[in-house]
């Protein structure tokens, strides 16, 4: 077996409150090899994003704390590195697309001269070498006319064309590991199937090896082949997309299935939501995180925490999975 | 960008009409320097208090110099103090309240703070007074003075937006391509105060002038020259006797000129504002 392209072992975050120190991200562990896509799924609030910027180095929050065992890419751990020394591999060896294209463009500067500072930094090499880059990247992600892109600032674009700039950004240096935010969520679905298509061709041509955060489960069917449920800081089910869908083994991830609203189903047949609510991380229960909302939970859920069956690709963190 | 906030001042009448009065006052302080205009403001011309008159258009004043090529080199005088205290105080507040937003709630910005409510909490023309008393009448004190006083509110504003700038997503984004937080803050965050710079250096540029009048008037200003300020102190003496000369010069000079950096100042914070074209 090849090593993993990302490979995480039990990563916790912590982050510190006036109420005490709570772990927001518990004990996760997963790897995704080159050329694949792994979605990331759950609930707002439940770690997602905290995952996905741990994953980096980057706390969103002052106060917040990393534990870890390690964090591999391409089997060199990159958890322990100073903070010189992780400048160096972000942009370069992972790469991250982020929620709101048109937010996360400097407004004050061109397509084309934020695209160059990454790969100045990281490539290096000479004016013409850079902009040639910078070209290339950005016909790469489908624009037909890469100069007027690179010309234009970013406010001239549209939220669609920004989100395309910026995966030709966080792609211009080739990154082993790209880590995508909701990259699809402020987009609408026309758009959302070009970005789609971006990443699918990231996979297939150039051997990245992504990290998909999403809530719409329906956006990592179509460019994932492994999904992870999370709810509440844990992964509650590890699996392949098909597998999923066909048939999802944690009653937690089959209730996220049947929230996806079928343009088939009868009108007034209603969605059937997940009941309760997700639990402040003030108040989680001890056992299973789950298990208040859970419709099969048992004395045991309530008492003690089911887990995954550690160091295997695939596992469902339950008692009584379906 | 540039291009469409020209655009934008252009369209503005007030704000031409603002920049082409800067642009002749700028014209008459570079013509001085050059030797061109004004070098006559020591020399005796005439009589003691000649009045309004084709060879001494604003008259004479008490010794018989010149009124008008006094006036000319005063705009000299205040463009000097204006583009020395406007360029060092802007420069020292932006630097003190980059850091002090960027590494806010950190030790750093508690001493930039407290440093600007000590120097904000001294009365500013016992402070002038004291500066001008301690450098033994160098020509620099007042300078110094408005300086040292001038960039806290720089600062505030500077500090400010960059603590709502680097909430943004696209730090965040500079930050995930391993550039170092000094470099974000320097090459991101900043250049996206710029429009706020450019206000507030107007803003300083006319408070730098006025306050300049002030003190030479107080003799705590302009030691080898002649400046707006001085004349008005003179003509303190001369109204009561019934010569206006010093300060009908003086007075217009100060007020056309404040009137057109103040347009000037309005015209482009409307036209530099970003936030009406960044979502």
Same mark, same amino acid.
């Given at each position: 077996?090849?090593?993993?392209?990302?490979? %995480?072992?039990?990563?916790?975050?912590?982050?510190?409150?006036?109420?005490?120190?709570?772990?927001?991200?518990?004990?996760?562990?997963?790897?995704?090899?080159?050329?694949?896509?792994?979605?990331? %799924?759950?609930?707002?609030?439940?770690?997602?994003?905290?995952?996905?910027?741990?994953?980096?180095?980057?706390?969103?929050?002052? *106060?917040?704390?990393?534990?870890?065992?390690?964090?591999?890419?391409?089997?060199?751990?990159?958890?322990?590195?100073?903070? &010189?020394?992780?400048?160096?591999?972000?942009?370069?060896?992972?790469?991250?697309?982020?929620?709101?294209? +048109? @937010?996360?463009?400097?407004?004050?500067?061109?397509?084309?001269?934020?695209?160059?500072?990454? $790969?100045?930094?990281?490539?290096? *090499? *000479?004016?013409?070498?850079?902009?040639?880059?910078?070209?290339?990247?950005?016909?790469?992600?489908?624009?037909?006319?890469?100069?007027?892109?690179?010309?234009?600032?970013? /406010?001239?674009?549209?939220?669609?064309?920004?989100?395309?700039?910026?995966?030709?950004?966080?792609?211009?240096?080739?990154?082993?590991?790209?880590?995508?935010?909701?990259?699809? @969520?402020?987009?609408?679905?026309?758009?959302?199937?070009?970005?789609?298509?971006?990443?699918?061709?990231?996979?297939?041509?150039?051997?990245?090896?992504?990290?998909?955060?999403?809530?719409?489960?329906?956006?990592?069917?179509?460019?994932?082949?492994?999904?992870? %449920?999370?709810?509440? +800081?844990?992964?509650?089910?590890?699996?392949?997309?098909?597998?999923?869908?066909? /048939?999802?083994? /944690?009653?937690?991830?089959?209730?996220?299935?049947?929230?996806?609203?079928?343009?088939?189903?009868?009108?007034?047949?209603?969605?059937?939501?997940?009941?309760?609510?997700?639990?402040?991380?003030?108040?989680?229960?001890?056992?299973? $995180?789950?298990?208040?909302?859970? +419709?099969?939970? %048992?004395?045991?859920?309530?008492?003690?925490?089911? &887990?995954?069956?550690? +160091?295997?690709?695939? *596992?469902?963190?339950?008692?009584?999975?379906? | 960008?540039?291009?469409?906030?020209?655009?934008?001042?252009?369209?503005?009448?007030?704000?031409?009409? !603002?920049?082409?009065?800067? #642009?002749?006052?700028?014209?008459?302080?570079?013509?001085?320097?050059?030797?061109?205009?004004?070098?006559?403001?020591?020399?005796?011309?005439?009589?003691?208090?000649?009045?309004?008159?084709?060879?001494?258009?604003?008259?004479?004043?008490?010794?018989?110099?010149?009124?008008?090529?006094?006036?000319?080199?005063?705009?000299?005088?205040?463009?000097?103090?204006?583009?020395?205290?406007?360029?060092?105080?802007?420069?020292?507040?932006?630097?003190?309240?980059?850091?002090?937003?960027?590494?806010?709630? =950190?030790?750093?910005?508690?001493?930039?703070?407290?440093?600007? !409510?000590?120097?904000?909490?001294?009365?500013?023309?016992?402070?002038?007074?004291?500066?001008?008393?301690?450098?033994?009448?160098?020509?620099?004190?007042?300078?110094? #003075?408005?300086?040292?006083?001038?960039?806290?509110? =720089?600062?505030?504003?500077?500090?400010?937006?960059?603590?709502?700038?680097?909430?943004?997503?696209?730090?965040?984004?500079?930050?995930?391509?391993?550039?170092? !937080?000094?470099?974000?803050?320097?090459?991101?965050?900043?250049?996206? =105060?710029?429009?706020?710079?450019?206000?507030?250096?107007?803003?300083?540029?006319?408070?730098?002038?006025?306050?300049?009048?002030?003190?030479?008037?107080?003799?705590?200003?302009?030691?080898?020259?002649?400046?707006? !300020?001085?004349?008005?102190?003179?003509?303190?003496?001369?109204?009561?006797?019934?010569?206006?000369?010093?300060?009908?010069? #003086?007075?217009?000079?100060?007020?056309?000129?404040?009137?057109?950096?103040?347009?000037?100042?309005?015209?482009?914070?409307?036209?530099?504002?970003?936030?009406?074209?960044? =979502?």
């Amino acid at each position: 077996m090849s090593t993993a392209a990302l490979s %995480v072992k039990d990563l916790s975050v912590w982050i510190e409150t006036t109420a005490g120190r709570r772990r927001v991200v518990d004990n996760i562990s997963f790897s995704i090899k080159a050329g694949e896509a792994t979605g990331l %799924v759950g609930e707002s609030g439940c770690g997602k994003t905290m995952t996905a910027f741990a994953i980096l180095g980057m706390l969103p929050a002052a *106060g917040a704390t990393i534990e870890t065992t390690s964090i591999e890419i391409n089997g060199r751990d990159i958890s322990r590195l100073s903070t &010189a020394q992780m400048r160096s591999v972000l942009g370069r060896d992972v790469a991250m697309v982020f929620q709101q294209p +048109g @937010t996360a463009l400097d407004p004050v500067f061109t397509i084309g001269q934020q695209i160059i500072e990454v $790969h100045r930094r990281h490539a290096g *090499g *000479g004016k013409n070498n850079n902009r040639q880059a910078m070209l290339d990247s950005l016909t790469q992600v489908g624009f037909d006319q890469p100069g007027k892109i690179a010309a234009a600032y970013p /406010h001239e674009l549209s939220g669609g064309m920004r989100q395309l700039a910026m995966i030709a950004m966080a792609t211009v240096c080739n990154p082993a590991v790209l880590i995508a935010d909701e990259p699809t @969520t402020a987009l609408d679905s026309r758009t959302r199937a070009l970005i789609l298509q971006q990443i699918k061709r990231l996979q297939a041509d150039n051997g990245t090896a992504i990290l998909l955060v999403s809530h719409d489960l329906s956006v990592i069917r179509q460019s994932c082949q492994n999904v992870m %449920v999370m709810y509440c +800081g844990r992964l509650l089910e590890k699996t392949d997309c098909q597998s999923l869908f066909a /048939h999802a083994r /944690h009653p937690y991830s089959a209730g996220l299935i049947s929230c996806i609203p079928q343009i088939s189903a009868k009108m007034g047949s209603g969605i059937k939501a997940i009941p309760g609510q997700v639990p402040a991380p003030s108040a989680l229960p001890p056992g299973c $995180h789950f298990a208040p909302r859970c +419709g099969r939970a %048992v004395p045991q859920c309530e008492s003690s925490v089911p &887990a995954l069956e550690p +160091g295997t690709e695939q *596992g469902v963190a339950c008692f009584r999975p379906l | 960008m540039m291009g469409s906030t020209w655009h934008r001042l252009k369209a503005d009448r007030f704000g031409v009409t !603002g920049l082409v009065i800067v #642009a002749c006052f700028a014209i008459v302080a570079l013509s001085v320097w050059a030797g061109l205009l004004g070098q006559g403001w020591t020399e005796v011309s005439g009589e003691r208090w000649e009045s309004f008159s084709a060879s001494h258009w604003f008259g004479t004043n008490l010794l018989g110099q010149d009124i008008l090529q006094r006036t000319l080199f005063g705009a000299a005088t205040a463009f000097e103090v204006g583009l020395i205290v406007t360029l060092f105080s802007i420069v020292l507040g932006t630097v003190l309240g980059a850091l002090a937003g960027w590494y806010s709630n =950190t030790w750093l910005d508690e001493v930039i703070l407290w440093l600007k !409510g000590v120097l904000d909490s001294i009365p500013f023309y016992l402070f002038a007074a004291a500066i001008a008393f301690a450098l033994q009448g160098n020509r620099w004190a007042m300078h110094l #003075a408005m300086i040292i006083t001038f960039w806290t509110t =720089t600062a505030r504003i500077v500090r400010g937006e960059v603590i709502r700038i680097k909430q943004r997503e696209f730090v965040e984004a500079a930050r995930a391509i391993g550039l170092p !937080g000094i470099t974000v803050l320097f090459r991101h965050v900043l250049p996206n =105060t710029v429009h706020i710079l450019l206000v507030q250096s107007t803003i300083v540029f006319v408070a730098a002038i006025k306050t300049e009048v002030i003190l030479s008037f107080l003799g705590l200003g302009i030691q080898d020259g002649v400046s707006w !300020g001085l004349m008005l102190a003179e003509s303190s003496q001369e109204v009561l006797a019934g010569h206006f000369g010093n300060f009908i010069a #003086a007075s217009l000079a100060l007020f056309i000129m404040l009137m057109g950096f103040n347009l000037l100042a309005d015209a482009m914070q409307d036209a530099l504002d970003t936030r009406r074209i960044i =979502t």
